[in-house]
């Protein structure tokens, strides 16, 4: 008894030190690729990995309470926990009925506990900053709620893990017409959840020099890059969880542990190839206003998971 819950310990702490390497990876990759698009070389893919030694190996001496103190610890806990929730190449560390919206609660968190030690510094940037992020998730959470509440209707389930199975044989949602507009939906949410332009509007380091994070340094800074890094494996790994399988194109009882290595082997190129349609969309469009932000997801994006989520009932009332 004792054993298996040190090796559950042990293979949790192994797979969230994994999605903060792939996080760190996608990071430099990120910066990599916007240099090349706007005719730069820009720093190497691994750059990433010595920001974030850079930043935990330097002192930090500034504080403005036990409240900012522990936003740090408080984000990097909660995307770490979300992680283990989400089904990754068809396996989750925690997983059950009804964790979809458990999911959504708990990506929520680890936002809100950043907005936490912002407002703790007090300083007016990290004000405005920490005022525009929380618009900005009232204004995302909209639209990819109700996607996610038409796709558990049409599956029958509230269960994450039990609608990647049920999209197993390459059966993924975004073959689905209603999903197929889901996904666009999807994906323009999750350029908000992902902070990139047009809708890194918390960040605007020409506005309000990042925001948030405006006062957040050393040891500090590394956290809540972290807890970004992180947040990018957990948002995109949602997005390929919900559309296209999470990468499962292997049976595992069929094939064995060669099923695990392939299918991990596809979530990651999924999620990175979502992750790059982001990217790119930041390298080439300029930064919104929050009122043009709020507009495009409450009056377009809305609307149309709103027309995704009518279609879906009168099917199933069909």
């Not at 469009?285 to 609307?303: G, T, V």
């Amino acid at each position: 008894m004792v054993m298996n819950i040190i090796t559950s310990i042990l293979v949790m702490s192994g797979m969230v030190a994994l999605g903060f390497a792939i996080g760190m990876l996608f990071n430099g990759i990120a910066r990599k690729v916007v240099a090349r698009i706007h005719n730069r070389v820009g720093p190497p893919v691994y750059q990433g990995y010595i920001d974030v030694f850079k930043l935990f190996s330097k002192k930090t001496n500034i504080s403005h309470g036990w409240i900012f103190d522990l936003a740090a610890l408080f984000s990097v806990g909660g995307i770490a926990l979300t992680f283990l929730f989400l089904p990754v190449a068809g396996v989750s560390m925690l997983s059950g009925e009804g964790d979809l919206f458990l999911i959504l609660y708990l990506i929520a968190i680890p936002a809100l506990g950043f907005a936490l030690g912002a407002g703790a510094s007090g300083n007016p940037n990290a004000a405005v900053g920490m005022m525009r992020a929380l618009m900005m998730m009232l204004a995302y959470e909209l639209p990819i709620a109700m996607v996610i509440v038409a796709m558990m209707v049409y599956y029958n389930t509230t269960s994450l893990a039990g609608i990647v199975a049920m999209q197993s044989n390459l059966k993924w949602a975004i073959g689905i017409p209603p999903f197929l507009i889901g996904a666009l939906v999807a994906d323009m949410a999750l350029q908000g959840m992902l902070m990139e332009k047009p809708f890194d509007i918390p960040l605007a380091p020409h506005e309000i020099a990042t925001g948030p994070l405006v006062e957040f340094g050393g040891k500090h800074l590394g956290s809540i890059i972290l807890y970004k890094m992180m947040g990018t494996v957990v948002e995109t790994t949602l997005f390929v969880d919900l559309f296209l399988g999470g990468g499962v194109v292997l049976n595992v009882n069929q094939f064995g542990w060669f099923a695990y290595l392939v299918n991990f082997i596809v979530w990651f190129v999924l999620i990175l190839v979502v992750f790059l349609i982001a990217v790119i969309i930041n390298a080439v469009f300029p930064r919104f206003r929050i009122e043009q932000a709020l507009k495009f997801y409450w009056k377009y994006d809305a609307l149309v998971a709103l027309f995704i989520l009518f279609w879906i009932f009168s099917g199933v009332m069909v």
